[in-house]
């Protein structure tokens, strides 16, 4: 497998850094005395949005939305116009200017530095900026209170340096962690995730990790269940040093409510997630290397509609359950009669088949349940996921065709065994978090790796294993096609 981080980006920003030494390194502080770690974390709590004001910021006497109740980061927060390290942004016109430390302070040949953190205050608060000239809209006033003005304060004098806290992150490592089934039914995958992600690491680390930075793994088990899993990587968010960076390959697939609130607040990433999720999420933290089932579904049905006739009925058959009815029972319609119905035996199944006849059948089923479906007088045209219900049968009886989604190339699903597979995928999740790593660059915030990650596209840890992540596109492999019979050829989408 390909380890080695895009050393392109490595050398571009070895080359930014150098002659930004008073930003790489870390600054002695401007104003005061040295703050201690609470109140530089609250500090980037506040700025980053993961942090509530104390009272909702105004602009033009309109107060703005302030708060992380939804689970998501406040809408008002210094990063979004300033940048996560405080570098300055032009967008739509409008031009936020640096405020780092350094930025702050620097004199230009109009206008005279911040002298003070008082200064500094009175503009984020009463809007009244460098020369005493009021700021420019969109810039809100903040009425902070004393503890935030002391963390706020504090953070501004280390944002954009290493000493900014990032959680998981000094000078010389990058904290990751990993939540495996390494007890349970799961415990051998979990068992060679793990063996796979400790060997790529380490031999990253003996190349001299990235950017000089070591990468060490935390290893925990999740159980044999997904409520365990959440518990234990849950557990991870508890504040102070040993919170990781990110949680990297790990097996739980649908994080339940109460982690995904977690992660939000907290901003931590679950990356190159090596379980496979029923739906989609909305989420940022939250990327995988397998689309969703609910994904793999509608792209299944659509290929259905175009090699089997589109605009025809079609029915949806999955296991019974809250979980699965939620995610398939609003389908896209596409012009389509789409119906889904749970069929826990034979019996229900049949019913289903007579009530809602359809010209093409997607069904989320297996063991001797498919088999049957199989066996009995099926609709012309079945599709399948290969990893929900395992591959198609060589041959098959009847006239029709069975089309089988594959969650990534056909090749590496192909692969010596189950225990290879994993290999693989562990492998792929390494270097996925090693490349996003690279490209986010020496100075490390989550923001800024966030970034990056959605900005792999077609990157290839082995040569024909593509993933993309995108803003709006969270799994990194293709959907592929296989078809049965006298149909064989397959493509992806």
């Not at 939250?286 to 793999?296: D, H, N």
């Not at 079609?314 to 296991?319: A, T």
């Not at 789409?338 to 035996?345: I, L, S």
């Amino acid at each position: 497998m390909n380890r080695n981080p895009s050393s392109l980006w490595a050398v571009a920003v070895a080359l930014a850094c150098a002659p930004m030494a008073v930003l790489c390194a870390s600054p002695a502080t401007a104003w005061g005395t040295e703050p201690d770690e609470a109140l530089l974390r609250e500090g980037r709590q506040l700025y980053q949005g993961l942090r509530p004001f104390e009272a909702a910021p105004q602009l033009a006497g309109v107060a703005l939305p302030n708060g992380t109740a939804t689970g998501t980061t406040a809408s008002t927060a210094c990063h979004q116009c300033h940048g996560p390290r405080g570098e300055g942004q032009r967008e739509g016109g409008v031009v936020a200017p640096a405020i780092h430390w350094q930025a702050l302070r620097q004199a230009s040949a109009r206008q005279a530095g911040y002298g003070s953190g008082t200064e500094v205050l009175q503009a984020i608060t009463a809007g009244i900026g460098r020369n005493a000239q009021p700021l420019q809209p969109p810039m809100p006033q903040f009425a902070l209170g004393a503890r935030e003005q002391q963390a706020l304060l504090a953070y501004l004098q280390v944002l954009g340096t290493e000493a900014d806290p990032v959680p998981g992150v000094s000078p010389s490592q990058v904290q990751v962690a990993t939540v495996l089934p390494l007890t349970g039914p799961q415990a051998a995958a979990g068992q060679r995730v793990r063996d796979t992600l400790q060997a790529h690491f380490a031999a990253t680390n003996a190349r001299g990790g990235i950017f000089g930075r070591r990468i060490e793994l935390q290893v925990l088990d999740g159980g044999p269940d997904a409520a365990g899993a959440s518990r234990a990587t849950l557990a991870l968010l508890g504040e102070g040093a040993q919170q990781p960076f990110a949680v990297v390959g790990s097996l739980l697939a649908d994080p339940d409510e109460h982690l995904r609130s977690a992660l939000a607040a907290q901003d931590l990433a679950l990356v190159a997630t090596l379980g496979m999720p029923l739906a989609d999420s909305p989420l940022p933290q939250l990327t995988y290397l397998l689309p969703s089932v609910s994904g793999q579904v509608q792209l299944l049905a659509a290929e259905l509609a175009r090699q089997c006739g589109a605009g025809r009925p079609m029915l949806v058959l999955h296991p019974p359950g809250a979980a699965w009815a939620q995610t398939l029972g609003h389908l896209p319609q596409d012009g389509r009669t789409v119906h889904a119905q749970a069929v826990a035996n034979a019996d229900e199944m049949a019913a289903a088949l007579r009530a809602w006849p359809a010209h093409a059948l997607v069904a989320t089923l297996g063991g001797p349940l498919l088999a049957q479906l199989r066996a009995a007088a099926r609709p012309q045209c079945l599709g399948t996921l290969a990893a929900v219900s395992g591959p198609a049968p060589a041959t098959q009886a009847g006239a029709g065709i069975e089309v089988v989604a594959l969650p990534m190339p056909a090749w590496a699903t192909g692969a010596a065994g189950a225990d290879s597979l994993w290999a693989v995928l562990a492998d792929a999740a390494a270097s996925v978090f090693e490349e996003a790593l690279a490209r986010s660059g020496r100075p490390l915030d989550r923001r800024r790796f966030q970034q990056a990650l959605h900005s792999l596209h077609r990157f290839e840890p082995a040569p024909g294993l593509a993933l993309t992540f995108t803003p709006s596109r969270r799994h990194g492999f293709d959907v592929t096609y296989l078809w049965t019979e006298n149909h064989h050829a397959a493509h992806a989408h």
